[in-house]
């Protein structure tokens, strides 16, 4: 296993949720964590309780539908940490609705903090990771990203994206040693995102998305000798490690 401390994890959508649960994972075994997310005051919270904890952070609230506060994010890293050796892409906005109610306002607002914001981090690190011989790069997928839901156009395209950048990028890293995956949760959670849109049915099976991150922590040790162009399952993994 890879010693992470002292090494530089990047997580988007880091206020709530699992980005928040994997944040938090990170910073427990050593690692310095850049937060990013929309949600500023929670970010504030997240870094507090971080750093309250002996963690250390960089706070970088962003709205990555946007490409100037995307590329201003990533250069906020490199500047105050440097290459990162993981990075997570977890930011994501789901509104279910039909698309006759999808305004073009809503469709760019999610198809671009999930596309296009993963497209302008990893531009921005391939270089550092190129010429540190390694990194990780981890795109949170869901069903959405491989079967078409009602009343999910924006979501499952912008899903469906990343499965297709990840194979794309995982050819250009192999001879780099950058290794490219994306990550299903395997398992419902509770999330804000789910609260919102769970029936009943899966609330009653839902369960803390920290139970998922030690797949999260094994990814950022990984480089392309290990694991790349793969879709992975962080439930099933998480168990195989917790039972190891």
Known sequence: MTNLAGQVAVVTGAAQGLGYAVAKAYAQIGMKVALIDVKADTLQKVSHEIQSSGGECLVIPADLSDIYETQRAASEVLGEYGVPRVFVHNAAVLNPRPIL????????????????????????????????????????????????????????????????????????????????????????????????????????????????????????????SQTTGERLDAWVMSEAIRNS
């Open 101 to 224: 109610d999808v305004s073009i306002r809503e469709w760019l607002l999610t198809v671009n903090v999930q596309t296009q914001a993963a497209f302008i981090f990893v531009k921005s690190f391939w270089q550092g990771m190129t010429d540190a011989g390694h990194g990780s790069i981890v795109f949170v997928s869901s069903q959405s990203g491989i079967k078409g839901f009602a009343d999910e156009v924006a979501y499952c395209t912008g899903k469906h994206g990343l499965e297709g950048m990840m194979k794309s990028l995982a050819m250009e890293g192999q001879p780099r040693n950058i290794a490219v995956n994306t990550i299903t949760p395997g398992m419902y959670m509770h999330t804000p995102m789910s609260e919102q849109n769970y029936p009943d049915d899966l609330k009653s099976k839902w369960v803390d998305p920290m139970l998922l991150t030690p797949a999260f922590v094994q990814l950022a040790g990984m480089d392309a």
